[in-house]
C-alpha cells in the first residue's frame, strides 16, 4: 500500500534492470515481474501531473503538501534535478505495451481532495491508471468502489494473483 503501492507499480513497469555482465550474481537477476497489486496507490509521483487529475491549482497542491509536513519546494521540483526525477517516478509514462498485468485497490472517497494524505491515495489515481492501460494495451483490474470503478472480474488480489502466478517448472 502507499508508498509500496508506488514500488511496486514502479517497478511493474520498469524495463528489466538486470545487468547480465556484472560479476554480482544478484545484479545479474531480471527484475521484472508477473504482474503487480497495489493498494491506495498514486497514479504517478510526478507531483506536476497532480493538478490535473484533480482539477486544482499547483499553488493549492503546495498549500496540501506544505500543510501536511510533506516537504514541498517548487523551484526543486522543478530543476533539472526534479525534472529527472519526476521523470523517473511518472509511472504513467513509464507504462508500456507488454507491461505485465496490474491490480489496484484505492478505497479513498472521491471528490475535492481534502489533504494531501487523501490526495495521495485518491481513487482517482486508480482512474487515470486505468485509462492509461487501456492506452497502451495492457491488463489492469481496477477498483475504486467510492467512485463507482469496479472491474468486471470480480475478483479480489488474492485471486488476481491466483490467475498470474504460477509455479516455475523446475528440470
Not at 509500496?4 to 560479476?23: E, H, I, K, T, V
Not at 498549500?63 to 517516478?89: H, I, K, N, P, Y
Not at 486505468?130 to 472491474?151: F, N, S, T, Y
Request: net charge neutral; charged share 25%.
Amino acid at each position: 500500500g502507499s508508498a509500496g503501492a508506488a514500488a511496486s507499480l514502479w517497478l511493474n513497469f520498469r524495463d528489466d534492470l538486470a545487468d547480465p555482465g556484472s560479476g554480482d550474481p544478484v545484479a545479474r537477476q531480471s527484475t521484472r515481474l508477473s504482474c503487480a497489486g497495489a493498494m491506495a496507490a498514486p497514479s504517478t509521483l510526478d507531483y506536476l501531473k497532480w493538478p490535473d487529475i484533480f482539477g486544482i491549482s499547483l499553488a493549492r497542491l503546495g498549500e496540501m503538501a506544505r500543510g501536511s509536513g510533506f516537504e514541498w519546494d517548487e523551484v526543486e521540483v522543478r530543476s533539472e534535478r526534479g525534472a529527472r526525477l519526476r521523470a523517473e517516478t511518472d509511472l504513467l509514462a513509464l507504462m508500456s505495451p507488454g507491461d505485465p498485468p496490474f491490480f489496484v485497490h484505492n478505497n479513498e472517497e472521491g471528490g475535492p481532495p481534502r489533504h494531501f494524505g487523501h490526495m495521495a491515495h485518491h481513487p482517482y489515481h486508480a482512474r487515470v491508471l486505468k485509462q492509461r492501460a487501456a492506452e497502451v494495451g495492457i491488463e489492469a483490474v481496477i477498483h475504486a468502489p467510492r467512485i463507482g470503478l469496479h472491474d468486471p472480474s470480480g475478483g479480489d488480489l488474492v485471486a488476481f494473483f491466483v490467475r498470474h502466478l504460477k509455479p516455475s517448472k523446475r528440470k
